[in-house]
């Protein structure tokens, strides 16, 4: 069955420090990949994504992510956190209009 | 591009009333999804549109829901006779077709009373 993961369900930084937010996924072909990032209250906003070619994939705000097929993974990276990046992360990955989303990560980011 | 609008942002009723929120997506997409997403959760997929035609629902959660979108622009999504587990955000979403990615409203909260 498909399925999406997200090992973390809260991730606490240091302003300024790297983010790694872990994203696995099962699924019978290679999906599309997505994160999106949401603010309490908020609708989700796309950060990247991931459809072929390049693994390495840049985003919005700074971000990239990886996908690697041999692990399932598609891993969401920030060489440095700032405070306006806590939020709760979604990674999503879809297939012929079915989307599935994991359950999420939140960050925090310490002064 | 105007983003994606849901009305209301918030909808706060008694148990056993009916529901109906709208989307309007940005003008230029085909495709039109809705989701239903509770506290600690993501998205959860429950229908979609390709222009006016309903192209999936078998995931809506109940025969109480049901979606809408008689021109192929806004969408409605109705629920009839309102229980305490509908109580969740309602998420639109829009994309020029089905490989480009979607563009969420800001969704619209229900609770039940």
């Known amino acids: 069955a498909q399925s999406v993961t997200q090992p973390d369900i809260h991730i606490t930084v240091s302003e300024g420090a790297s983010l790694e937010l872990r994203c696995n996924y099962s699924?019978?072909?290679?999906?599309?990949l997505f994160w999106y990032v949401q603010s309490p209250g908020q609708g989700l906003q796309l950060l990247l994504k991931?459809?072929?070619?390049?693994?390495l994939v840049q985003g919005i705000k700074g971000f990239e992510a990886e996908f690697k097929r041999s692990q399932s993974s598609f891993n969401l990276r920030k060489p440095s956190v700032h405070w306006s990046d806590a939020a709760e992360y979604f990674c999503?990955?879809?297939?012929?209009?079915?989307?599935?989303f994991g359950a999420g990560t939140r960050l925090t980011v310490k002064p | 591009d105007t983003g994606v609008s849901q009305d209301p942002r918030h909808k706060i009723t008694k148990r056993g009333q009916n529901v109906t929120f709208r989307c309007d997506p940005i003008?230029?997409?085909?495709?039109l999804y809705w989701y239903r997403q509770t506290l600690g959760q993501g998205p959860e997929f429950l229908t979609y549109?390709?222009?006016?035609?309903?192209?999936?629902k078998s995931r809506l959660l109940s025969d109480r829901f049901s979606a809408e979108r008689p021109k192929g622009s806004f969408s409605t999504l109705e629920i009839q006779r309102t229980e305490q587990g509908d109580s969740a955000m309602y998420l639109c979403?829009?994309?020029?077709?089905?490989?480009?990615?979607?563009?969420f409203g800001d969704g619209t909260r229900l609770s039940i009373l």
């Open positions: 979403a829009s994309s020029r077709d089905g490989d480009q990615p979607q563009h």
């Open positions: 699924y019978g072909a290679t999906p599309y």
């Open positions: 991931y459809f072929s070619g390049d693994t």
């Open positions: 999503a990955v879809g297939l012929n209009n079915d989307m599935r």
């Open positions: 003008s230029e997409h085909n495709r």
């Open positions: 549109f390709q222009n006016e035609a309903q192209l999936e």
